[in-house]
T-cell receptor
Framework: AAGVIQSPRHLIKEKRETATLKCYPI?????VYWYQQGPGQDPQFLIS???????DKGSIPDRFSAQQFSDYHSELNMSSLELGDSALYFC?????????????FGPGTRLTVT | GQNIDQPTEMTATEGAIVQINCTYQ??????LFWYQQHAGEAPTFLSY??LDGLEEKGRFSSFLSRSKGYSYLLLKELQMKDSASYLC????????????WGAGTKLIIKP
C-alpha cells in the first residue's frame, strides 16, 4: 500500500539559510499534518491543512510557513534557520479531519543545522 | 490545561505481557490513539478508542475509560522487536485536527 512520502530524507543547512521540506500524502487523503520531533521528545504539532486550507496551527515559528497544493502535497518552508531547528520533521496524512481517522506518518526528514 | 501522562520507561521480559498506562486531562474528548515509534523512525498507528471498553488487535489491545480519563495498551507475547516508544495521543474537542501527545513510554524488552 502507498505510504506518505517525504523528501528529502536528510538535509544539512547552515544557520540563517532556508529549507523546504516536501510531503506527499497517501492517495485520497485530504488532510496533512506537520510535526517537529527533537531527540527523546514527543512530536510537536506545527500545522495542518484540510482541502488546501490551513485547518489548525500549533507551535510553528513565524519563520516557518507551509501550504497544501492542488494535488494535496504540502511543503514546509523554513527560513533563517537556527541551531534549535535541528530535528526530525514528520508529515502525516489522514482521510478526513473527523474523529476516528488516524494519522499515517511519513518516514521523516532529518534536518541538521550547523 | 491539557495534559497526558504515561510512564517514562518500562522493562519487560520476552514472551511476557506488559501494560502501558495513559491518563489524560483534555478540553473535551474525541478519541484516543496509541502509536509505536522505533528510535529514529516515524510513529506507526496501533489503535484507536473512542468508546469505553477494550479493542483487541492481535497481540495488542487497548482499553479506554472516558469517565476516568484513562487508557492502557496491553502487549502480549512480547518479542524483542516490540522494544520501542509507545505514544498515547488524544484528540480533544477544541480542535478537529490536532492530537495532544504524551511524552511516550520507552519499552525495553529483555531476553
Amino acid at each position: 500500500a502507498a505510504g506518505v512520502i517525504q523528501s528529502p530524507r536528510h538535509l544539512i543547512k547552515e544557520k540563517r539559510e532556508t529549507a523546504t521540506l516536501k510531503c506527499y500524502p497517501i492517495p485520497r487523503h485530504d488532510t496533512v499534518y506537520w510535526y517537529q520531533q527533537g531527540p527523546g521528545q514527543d512530536p510537536q504539532f506545527l500545522i495542518s491543512f484540510y482541502e488546501k486550507m490551513q485547518s489548525d496551527k500549533g507551535s510553528i515559528p513565524d519563520r516557518f510557513s507551509a501550504q497544501q497544493f492542488s494535488d494535496y502535497h504540502s511543503e514546509l518552508n523554513m527560513s533563517s534557520l537556527e541551531l534549535g531547528d535541528s530535528a526530525l520533521y514528520f508529515c502525516a496524512s489522514s482521510s478526513t479531519p473527523t474523529s476516528g481517522y488516524e494519522q499515517y506518518f511519513g518516514p521523516g526528514t532529518r534536518l541538521t543545522v550547523t | 490545561g491539557q495534559n497526558i501522562d504515561q510512564p517514562t520507561e518500562m522493562t519487560a521480559t520476552e514472551g511476557a505481557i506488559v501494560q502501558i498506562n495513559c491518563t489524560y486531562q483534555t478540553s473535551g474528548f474525541n478519541g484516543l490513539f496509541w502509536y509505536q515509534q522505533h528510535a529514529g523512525e516515524a510513529p506507526t498507528f496501533l489503535s484507536y478508542n473512542v468508546l469505553d471498553g477494550l479493542e483487541e488487535k492481535g497481540r495488542f489491545s487497548s482499553f479506554l475509560s472516558r469517565s476516568k480519563g484513562y487508557s492502557y495498551l496491553l502487549l502480549k507475547e512480547l518479542q524483542m522487536k516490540d522494544s520501542a516508544s509507545y505514544l498515547c495521543a488524544v484528540r480533544g474537542r477544541d480542535s478537529n485536527y490536532q492530537l495532544i501527545w504524551g511524552a511516550g513510554t520507552k519499552l525495553i524488552i529483555k531476553p
